[in-house]
């Protein structure tokens, strides 16, 4: 009772196609006896196959052709692809799915709320990068398929990329700079008259205050401060590592994007919560035009969906922007040059 | 340096000459394991995982031919050059001497240092 050997030969022509499995294995099963004595020990046996190799190698031997999902010349860009993919998709799970579970926690407790907030948030942010690896795999899968019969891969020398701008790689110190300044002052200065409640419309009656009322609903401006408070560091240290780096490289532009990527989605999410307006506010405007409160606040909506698109389309058009100028800028011959120059002075 | 690194750039040299060294062996018909025995005995032995896949590869592209004997109690497939073999040995055997003297010229023989 010994089957070593056919085994070994199945687990071979298994892997092959099947119109080649009956003839590879009766001629393999001939070739490994043959290297034997009539009566093998099982000792004997076991030197051989090892002579041949893993069934698995032997197999793609057989084929001849290496099967590739996604071949060594499309592997750099998917990985590139991948990586940014993942950041977006990641990104964006963190923030919507955080602010979701926020707004609409199942547990009493607030211990429960914050587990049940970073299980949920870590969940949904599995659940995309899972989908970002299966839409960039199957893209790149298809591609590769599409150049496999040399179709796509003969090239143009007029299609080829026009060299980097030396003076565009570098990364603007000063639009960063006032990016900067612009988020620690402003940005702080919004969020703080977020917290204490004071973004409001002020009536003046006969250059005397009279009535200020409240534009938002507080109870949705607390839950958004914190997270508020938290895209403003994230665009803040993203400038400051723009400032350190000085150039578009990957992480620069990684955190880059996640930042901006952050402050559109929490921004679209803020002005498109139901109940965002102050009813009080709501009431007084609506009174001051002499219209109804349900078709002020159609009219509102409208606004603020339009809003969310362009703030959406905008951040869009800047994720392909940076995205196109870092590509771009991936073969610093001339920063290499410049190198050499000045080691030999 | 690594002894990987030396082993790597030997099996890629010897793999360009594997398949003048097999085709120059099918004048005759030979079965996978008689050309393996014949290829150790003169000293240019090639892996039996390599070998046999390789003498397949070969009859799928018209190189070889082959039948099978049943008469002995164990069926044995036999390979011989085609035609077309005949011709592309003729080719890569030139092509090789070809190189060969090249090569031997821009090295210039080897010197023990």
């Known amino acids: 009772m010994n089957n070593t050997i056919e085994r070994y030969v199945y687990d071979v022509v298994r892997r092959l196609p099947a119109n080649q499995r009956a003839e590879v294995s009766l001629e393999l099963e001939s070739n490994i006896r043959e290297m034997l004595r009539d009566e093998p020990t099982e000792q004997e046996i076991e030197e051989v196959l090892q002579s041949l190799g893993h069934p698995r ?13 996604v071949g060594p010349e499309w592997f750099d860009d998917y990985i590139t692809v991948l990586k940014i993919v993942a950041i977006v998709f990641g990104a964006i799970a963190l923030v919507s799915g ?75 110190r000063l639009g960063t700079f006032i990016s900067l300044i612009v988020n620690l002052t402003i940005g702080s200065l919004f969020i703080y008259l ?11 009656d006969g250059g005397i205050v009279n009535n200020t009322l409240p534009l938002f609903n507080p109870s949705i401006v607390q839950t958004f401060v914190p997270i508020f408070i938290a895209v403003l560091l994230l665009n803040v240290s993203s400038d400051i590592f723009k400032l350190l780096k000085g150039q578009w490289t990957a992480s620069v532009t990684a955190l880059h994007l996640a930042a901006r990527v952050m402050q559109a989605i929490v921004t679209v999410l803020f002005i498109t919560q139901a109940s965002l307006l102050n009813p009080d506010f709501v009431q007084e405007i609506a009174t001051f035009f002499d219209v109804s409160v349900n ?22 058009a800047e994720i392909i922007s940076v995205l196109f100028k870092t590509l771009k800028h991936k073969i610093p011959v001339e920063m290499f040059k410049d190198e050499l120059k000045k080691e030999r002075k | ?53 390789l ?12 039948e099978w ?26 092509e090789y001497f070809g190189m060969v003297k090249d090569v031997s010229k821009i090295v210039g023989g080897k010197n023990n240092e």
């Open chain 2, 1 to 53: 340096m690594s002894s990987d690194i030396y082993t790597n750039y030997l099996v890629e040299l010897k793999r360009g000459t594997q398949i003048i060294v097999v085709l120059s062996q099918l004048f005759d018909k030979e079965y996978g394991y008689s050309l393996l025995q014949k290829l150790i005995d003169k000293g240019v032995a090639i892996e039996a995982g390599t070998l046999y896949p």
């Open chain 2, 55 to 66: 003498l397949r590869r070969l009859e799928s592209q018209g190189i070889l031919i082959s």
């Open chain 2, 69 to 94: 004997d049943t008469t002995m109690n164990r069926p044995r497939k036999y390979y011989s050059l085609s035609e077309e073999g005949l011709k592309l040995y003729d080719y890569l055997l030139d």
């Open chain 1, 295 to 316: 078709s002020l606040l159609e009219n509102i909506h409208i606004v603020i969906i339009i809003f969310a698109i362009l703030i959406s389309v905008g951040a869009f």
């Open chain 1, 194 to 204: 977020l917290y204490k409640n004071m973004v409001s419309i002020i009536w003046i």
């Open chain 1, 57 to 69: 190698t032997l197999a793609s031997d057989y084929r001849g052709n290496k099967k590739y999902l």
């Open chain 1, 98 to 172: 955080g602010i979701t579970h926020a707004l609409n926690p199942d547990s009493e407790t607030i211990f429960g709320i914050i587990f049940e907030i970073l299980g949920k948030t870590l969940g949904d942010i599995i659940d995309s990068l899972f989908q970002a690896f299966a839409v960039v795999t199957f893209i790149f899968i298809i591609v590769d398929r599409a150049n496999k019969d040399g179709r796509v891969m003969k090239f143009e020398t007029k299609n080829l990329p026009n060299l980097p701008d030396k003076t565009k790689k570098n990364i603007s």
